[in-house]
C-alpha cells in the first residue's frame, strides 16, 4: 500500500494546506484528498511541483508499506 505523508512534509515545512494549494494553484479540497490519503491517484507533474515547493524528494512524500 502506497502511504502519502504530505501532512508530515507540510508540517516540517511550516506550511498551512491553504498556503501550498495556493502555491500548487489546486483547489484546497484537492490538496486535502492527499493530505489525508484519500487520493487514488497523483499527477507526475503535481508531484513535481509539491516537490519543488517543500524542497524534498518524492520518497519524502510517497511510502510504501506491506499491508
Request: hydrophobic letters at 45%.
Amino acid at each position: 500500500m502506497i502511504v502519502i505523508n504530505l501532512d508530515v512534509m507540510l508540517a516540517k515545512r511550516k506550511m498551512s494546506v491553504t498556503e501550498l494549494s495556493e502555491k500548487l494553484d489546486i483547489t484546497m479540497a484537492n490538496v486535502s484528498i492527499l493530505k489525508n490519503g484519500k487520493a487514488k491517484a497523483i499527477k507526475l507533474e503535481t508531484l513535481d511541483k509539491i516537490c519543488r515547493i517543500l524542497d524534498c524528494q518524492p520518497g519524502d512524500i510517497l511510502e510504501y508499506v506491506e499491508k
